[in-house]
């Protein structure tokens, strides 16, 4: 059956004004040696797309979608359906899900395990004949009760023992259905107060967890990049997967550091009081850029929105990145997020999409021509000449210490700093954008 009504979604130009058209974003255009598409390699988030209902803690479910008329298994497959003539409409090269996202829980592990199988044959003969690719797979370890203390980091060893399990399907998944990546979001991986916590048994434990997910991995021939989405806050109040710089630290103590990377969300970054480029260019200073989920989050609103990412400026700024990271290798740009609660037509999950990739098609050709023309590299080599010369190549050489940098300091009649002139920065980063802009209207 058909479930969305839309033709195929064209390029039409920034002149546009069919709301089911993309207006920057060409996937075939060239920027930097490479397409938009290649750079960017977006990809469809199955559980606010497909399963989302619009359920919020002060109302029922809103969405008015054409599958819902089934309901269990038949639910499921009404799903997979759509959800390939959704990717094919779209032209999107990804999609990525969890495993209750496509299918439902049974009443035991095995049943469960039947469900996901059988659903797991349909998408599979899916891909087949499709040209979108699974990026990534994960297990949800945080939705059911039995999670209510974590998966790896629970005091329970039954349930330690069951997400193990559900990570082992969901690895010969990724391998079976060609997944480039293999994510963990330590959605409960974490705690409320100390006073009822052994913090060094879990995070050992979580360690453990990681690795005999390696070790299994390799035991099957499964070489997908391993991911580690950071993530403050929500819904544990001490995330042992805080941000980038907590969870590089976890994963530089337990030997782990060489077989993970980030999948970086935007919204995430912003929970845990970073700019969405902060985490993106402290995960690639340490060569741990691996994937992003596209979204944006609510300033005024202090929880994860998941909305689709619209901000021109953080595309920019997350392209510039991307860009000097030489793209995302085997991750994409996932779009994590979520129509609002009251776009509840189902012709809005194509408007919103769209709106997604032509914001980071603008951020694209905009950092592209940033690069260049060296506009932040020449001001940032400028700002930090002195290291280049004297004294300061001394300290970066290793050949300083504390005695001649006394006696250096001595010496001094005065210290001169330089302006960092934001302001103008933030000018010239509006006015290319404008310009970018301006150049691509028709």
């Known amino acids: 059956m058909t479930h969305f009504n839309e033709g195929t979604i064209q390029f039409e130009g920034a002149g546009s004004k ?8 060409q996937a075939d255009e060239k920027i930097n040696g490479k397409t938009m ?40 497959k009404a799903r997979v359906e759509a959800a390939f003539e959704f990717f094919e ?15 439902p829980e049974g009443s035991t592990l095995k049943e469960s395990f039947k469900n996901f199988d059988e659903i797991t044959d349909m998408i599979e003969s899916y891909m087949k004949t499709s040209d979108t690719k699974l990026l990534w797979n994960t297990a949800n370890l945080f939705t059911h009760p039995r999670y209510v203390h974590g998966g790896a980091t629970t005091n329970n060893a039954d349930v330690f023992a069951y997400a193990a399990a559900q990570v082992k399907k969901g690895l010969d998944t990724a391998k079976r259905l060609g997944a480039e990546n293999y994510v963990f979001w330590g959605g409960r991986e974490g705690y409320e107060t100390l006073l009822n916590t052994d913090m060094k048994l879990e995070m050992d434990n979580m360690a453990r967890f990681f690795h005999m997910a390696l070790d299994y991995a390799k035991e099957i021939g499964y070489s997908g990049q391993f991911l580690i989405e950071p993530k403050p806050k929500e819904p544990t109040k001490h995330q042992y997967d805080f941000d980038v710089a907590t969870s ?56 994860d929105t998941d909305e689709f990412p619209t901000d021109l400026y953080a595309a920019t700024l997350a392209m510039v990145e991307i860009f000097q990271n030489g ?19 189902q012709e809005d999950l194509l408007e919103a999409h769209i709106a997604g ?13 940033l690069i260049e023309d060296r506009v932040f590299d020449g001001v940032i080599e400028n700002r930090y000449k002195s290291f ?3 004294v300061g190549l001394d300290i970066v050489n290793g050949k300083a210490d504390l005695k001649s940098l006394e006696q250096y300091a001595l010496s001094l009649d ?22 970018t802009l301006s150049q691509v209207r028709v």
């Open 357 to 369: 990739m032509d914001s980071f098609a603008i951020g694209a050709k905009v950092a592209a021509k």
């Open 388 to 390: 280049t010369e004297g």
């Open 37 to 76: 598409a290649e750079w960017m390699r977006f990809s469809v988030a199955y559980w606010h797309t497909f399963t989302a209902d619009g359920t919020d803690p002060f109302g029922a479910p809103t969405m008015v979608r054409s599958w819902d008329r089934f309901s269990g298994m038949d639910l499921a």
């Open 327 to 345: 793209g995302l290798g085997s991750g994409g740009l996932n779009f994590d997020a979520k129509v609002r609660r009251a776009s509840f037509a």
């Open 248 to 303: 590089l630290s976890f994963l530089q103590k337990y030997d782990l550091a060489d077989h993970f990377k980030f999948n970086i969300e935007a919204n995430h970054a912003t929970l845990a009081g970073h700019t969405f480029e902060h985490e993106l260019r402290l995960a690639r200073i340490n060569g741990m850029l691996g994937s992003v989920d596209a979204n944006q989050g609510d300033t005024l609103l202090g929880w």
């Open 18 to 25: 069919n709301p089911l058209a993309f207006k920057y974003y």
């Open 414 to 435: 005065e210290i001169r700093n330089e302006s960092g002139r934001q302001e103008r920065l933030k000018g010239i980063l509006n006015q290319y954008l404008l310009e």
């Open 89 to 103: 409409k779209l032209g999107v090269p990804y999609f990525c899900f969890h495993d209750v996202d496509v299918a």
